[in-house]
């Protein structure tokens, strides 16, 4: 519970571009079986693997499992992706699109901020056993194609505003907005085998830490210095929420504070908090003004995403592809 939980009503389609780090990886020769063939480039089978396991832990992170029929397709689907990419790599090729140094010391900074520190970012490349000069030959290659989409496919597709209004009068469903809280905490662990005795010492510690607080400390401090979440580097901040992602009792005392109030001692299964309320919306309808910038982006990403997959037909029909997968 101490996870921060986004809500969006998109979820724009990634078709073609490596999202993560850990799709980085060095094409494996020698014995590793090659699957596919673009003109003279070799996907072999450890690429599509990886691949693979890159989308499967996606999947198994939100509680999705494929069976065997569903795993083939994927599989299939998967490779087709890897194809289309390498289209796209080599015709950006061809058209001689350069990237800067600059452009890839930027990618490389946007990365480095997902990681807690330097040595954290290194030791993820060790894990994925590539050296920083083979992420930033990739980064350049997906740049490269990225400029190749925006010059000849992007900067074709337009939105009018009489398609944005149309599609938020069509689809009124997906622009209400529940009652939610933003809260931070401070939470004091108890662990569910825990003795009567530490459960005695951990309810002691969250009323030492509530007096404090009734005193006049300030609760982001308190949190950063005691709560045993995650949540406490941000002084305890779990943003906004809706009624159904926590936990009952932690849910049930956030949801009847307003503002600015801190609870009492809440007892949850995963021990002891304080729950200060710093924000609330009511229940709504999202006004349109409010977001037609957003669906304006949602439509040309699905136009952009059409476009893409017969721009990319076109380079296929016009290349050496051949396929090996079993």
């Avoid at 999705?64 to 795993?71: A, C, D, G, K, S």
């Avoid at 997959?309 to 997968?325: C, F, G, H, N, W």
Wanted: overall charge negative; glycine content about 6%.
């Amino acid at each position: 519970m101490c996870q921060k939980r986004f809500i969006t009503i998109f979820a724009l389609v990634a078709c073609f571009l490596m999202g993560t780090i850990a799709s980085f990886s060095p094409a494996k020769a020698g014995k590793d079986e090659k699957v596919a063939v673009v003109n003279d480039h070799i996907i072999y089978m450890s690429n599509l693997n990886e691949e693979m396991s890159r989308y499967e832990r996606q999947l198994a992170s939100a509680g999705q499992v494929l069976n065997e029929e569903q795993q083939a397709e994927m599989r299939s689907n998967v490779l087709d992706g890897l194809i289309n990419r390498e289209l796209l790599k080599q015709e950006s090729e061809k058209q001689g699109i350069e990237i800067g140094a600059h452009e890839v010391d930027q990618e490389m900074a946007t990365l480095k901020e997902r990681f807690p520190n330097e040595e954290g970012f290194r030791m993820a490349l060790s894990q994925m056993e590539i050296d920083e000069e083979t992420l930033r030959q990739q980064f350049s290659q997906d740049l490269a194609v990225q400029k190749l989409i925006d010059t000849q496919v992007a900067h074709k597709v337009e939105v009018t505003p009489e398609e944005a209004k149309s599609f938020y009068d069509s689809n009124p469903e997906l622009f209400k907005s529940p009652e939610m809280v933003r809260a931070s905490h401070i939470l004091v662990k108890v662990e569910p085998q825990a003795t009567s005795a530490e459960k005695a010492k951990a309810r002691e510690k969250i009323e030492g830490i509530q007096q404090r607080l009734q005193r006049g400390g300030e609760f982001a401090e308190l949190a950063r210095e005691y709560s045993d979440c995650p949540s406490a580097q941000r002084g305890g901040d779990l943003d906004f929420f809706q009624k159904g992602q926590m936990v009952a009792p932690f849910e049930n005392a956030a949801f009847s504070l307003e503002p600015g109030q801190v609870s009492e001692v809440v007892e949850t299964q995963f021990g002891y908090h304080l729950i200060k309320v710093t924000d609330k919306t009511e229940a709504g309808v999202t006004p349109y003004e409010n977001i037609a910038g957003q669906i304006g982006q949602h439509l040309k990403q699905q136009k952009v995403n059409q476009e893409l997959s017969e721009y990319v037909a076109q380079l296929k029909s016009r290349a050496d592809v051949k396929t090996y997968l079993k």
